[in-house]
């Protein structure tokens, strides 16, 4: 017989760029010989070793059981002990495999998931293949436990594994990963009788199992064995302290067996049934609606959104689903609360016989416009005192506002898996387009806010595919436009070039049939910039041309000089100077119209520029000291400085050095006086 063993303290904490995760010490017994077997195995020769040579990848260790059979708490103890040894000094990695109605992750949220645990940033829109060659990259210089929870088979692992035979991967599933050489799996049954019985005691007390052992032995088989159902069981116990162990174990037996299940299964089933049909019906209808949590990921907020009750009644009801087993709890002091992945397939099912369609559909509409008004505070909490937004912030329920930034970003990153993951359902769903349009623009937002659109951009990519989704089912031409020109330049700006072309090209489209001068306007630009930027200097001043010719119809100057100064750009480019002259000085003109001094002189300078790659140098002197000139009217000392020193250099080609030595001292004056003003400037607002 082996020992068996369960951890009921939740989740293991991970550091990475989530933070630190605060839960309760872990309480974990048993299982001693499953323990020194998997430890063994690590020295074990893997099978795809030959002629005594060490493989050149990671081994992996198996854990297979059903769920609630104790895997992941097993497996996560196994990791809190080799950190103990000091073999892996990275520490352990955890991405979650399965989702919480049992779906397999996609393999590029499993590969960002633990991107970010490595700091490493993933680029936006890069697909599983490159995204998981990154994670074997970056684990290939370091020595790390990497924990994959919950995989559904081999195909989901092998991508994730490093070449470096100093990490070890620990993996937990159901059946065995076919496909993966070397791996034997541990397999977990239930626990034996004398563990279930200490369990059980853990929980309701000594007392209540020592006067009647046989019957705790009994309940326990009647439980399988099963940590889960264990602790379930033992939290209605506790919960009813007036009621014996054999009370509980009659009215177990009595409930009827899920047929359609596998025989392994029905006992936790039951065990759940048992659990939820003794709730008051309140806390049980909030219960079942907890299947609608987007990736099982629970607060408060979301409890006291789908139930319609207030957010402290949540609150207390979901403290006493942990106490009774059908929740983890984080121990933070604002909890967030997480589905156990065995109970939310019953949780869902339990919904669907119980609730009626209409009310399910209402519970929904109500966690996303409880969700896009704390995205909306928690943007609004950024904005000065006194403006609109904060003003507006001020009207709302206590509950729904935080008191400074720093509340709001540290909320917006722990609720930012079950955030995206509400993203994602409600667009998937279809059938509340308007709520879940709501809800991705404030997301957006409030991720652009606190974290800045660069740090934010992989998320911001998803998002923007999501708006691009229900604009193509609704048949939204000028939202997909904006869509679609959101995705593209996220494309350019991480080097995929080609692909942003398609995309603006599309956008382009898109802004014609919504007839909407922005977008058909943007959409050119950006298609001429796809262009120079692969070189195609013709058809980049082609299209810029178009852009510059719907500008000039709609008398919009400040787009109008910086096409001209696009077009004098690609021009340049292409070695065409005199087009090159002509668009540059239509630029500055504009800027000079427009009052902006500094676009003129930057402007000028790329006069300047030209001049000189057209064999005019004295022409290009004059005009470089025009610049200077309108940079020191302008007040741009740092802007000055970059002209004096571009004098210089064009005095240097004439074969003038004293004049241009006095023209960097000149520079080197502005910029010691820049830096001083700076200094000044810092310490008074420091005081």
Not at 561 to 581: I, K, P, S
């Amino acid at each position: 017989m082996t020992d068996q063993a369960v951890d009921t303290s939740g989740p293991a904490g991970t550091t990475g760029t989530e933070g630190p995760v605060t839960v309760a010490p872990p309480r974990f017994f048993g299982r001693a010989r499953e323990l020194k077997e998997l430890r063994a195995d690590i020295e074990r020769a893997g099978l795809d070793t030959m002629a005594g040579r060490r493989s050149g990848r990671a081994r992996v260790l198996l854990i297979a059981g059903r769920p609630g059979s104790g895997r992941t708490a097993l497996a996560e103890e196994l990791s809190r002990r080799l950190l103990d040894t000091g073999d892996y000094p990275d520490g352990v990695l955890r991405a979650r495999l399965g989702e919480p109605g049992g779906a397999p992750v996609p393999g590029e949220r499993a590969a960002r998931e633990l991107l970010g645990r490595l700091d490493v940033a993933g680029p936006p829109g890069a697909d599983e293949d490159e995204l998981t060659e990154m994670v074997r990259e970056a684990l290939a210089v370091r020595r790390a436990v990497l924990l994959l929870d919950d995989a559904a088979d081999a195909a989901q692992v092998d991508p994730l594994l490093p070449d470096n035979p100093d990490c070890l991967v620990v993996a937990t599933a159901q059946g065995p990963l076919t496909g993966i050489p070397g791996v034997r799996p541990c397999t977990l049954g239930g626990l034996d009788a004398a563990s279930a019985v200490q369990l059980l005691a853990r929980e309701i007390g000594d007392v209540r199992v020592t006067v009647d052992p046989l019957t705790a032995e009994t309940l326990a088989e009647e439980c399988g064995g099963l940590p889960a159902a264990l602790v379930m069981v033992a939290g209605l116990l506790a919960d009813r302290p007036t009621a014996s162990v054999a009370d509980v174990t009659k009215q177990l037996r009595e409930l009827p067996e899920d047929t359609e299940l596998p025989t392994g299964a029905r006992p936790l089933a039951r065990a759940f049934r048992l659990v939820h049909d003794s709730l008051a019906p309140t806390p049980a209808r909030i219960l079942r609606l907890l299947a609608l949590a987007p990736a099982g990921l629970a607060d408060a907020h979301t409890a006291s959104a789908l139930a319609g009750c207030s957010v402290s009644a949540a609150r207390t009801t979901l403290d006493d689903f942990v106490r009774l087993g059908l929740l983890r709890g984080d121990g933070a002091a604002e909890p967030q609360y997480e589905v156990p992945g065995c109970l939310a397939p019953m949780l869902r099912a339990l919904l669907e016989e119980r609730d009626r369609p209409a009310e399910i559909q209402l519970a929904r509409a109500r966690l996303l416009e409880r969700t896009v008004r704390l995205l909306q505070s928690c943007r609004a909490v950024t904005d000065p005192e006194g403006s609109p937004s904060r003003r507006k912030l001020a009207g709302l329920p206590r509950s729904l506002r935080f008191p400074h930034p720093e509340a709001a970003a540290d909320w917006l990153r722990r609720r930012r898996p079950a955030l995206l993951a509400s993203a994602a359902v409600a667009v998937e769903d279809g059938e509340l387009d308007t709520l879940a349009r709501r809800l991705v623009a404030a997301l957006v937002r409030a991720l652009a806010v606190h974290e800045g659109t660069e740090a934010a951009a992989p998320d911001l990519y998803g998002l923007h595919g999501l708006v691009l989704a229900v604009a193509e089912r609704r048949e939204l031409p000028r939202e997909r436009a904006a869509a679609l020109l959101n995705l593209a330049d996220l494309d350019a700006g991480t080097g995929r070039t080609r692909e942003a072309l398609v995309r603006y090209r599309a956008a382009l489209d898109a802004g014609r049939a919504a007839k909407d001068p922005y977008a058909t306007g943007r959409a050119m630009e950006s298609i001429g910039g796809a262009h120079a930027e692969l070189g195609d200097y013709q058809r980049a001043s082609d299209w810029y041309g178009r852009a510059l010719a719907q500008r000039l119809t709609q008398g919009d100057r400040a787009d109008e000089a910086r096409l001209y100064g696009r077009l004098g750009t690609v021009h340049t480019y292409a070695g065409r100077y005199g087009e090159a002259l002509r668009n540059w000085r239509a630029a500055a003109a504009g800027y000079r119209r427009l009052g902006d001094l500094p676009a003129q002189a930057r402007a000028l300078s790329e006069i300047a520029r030209v001049q000189e790659y057209a064999g005019r140098p004295q022409e290009s002197l004059q005009t470089c000291r025009e610049a200077v000139e309108w940079a020191r009217r302008a007040e741009d000392v740092r802007l000055q400085a970059a002209l004096e020193l571009r004098l210089a250099d064009t005095l240097d080609r004439l074969g003038d050095p004293a004049a241009a030595g006095l023209h960097r001292g000149a520079a080197e004056r502005l910029l010691g006086e820049e830096s001083v003003a700076y200094e000044i400037r810092s310490a008074a607002t420091e005081n």
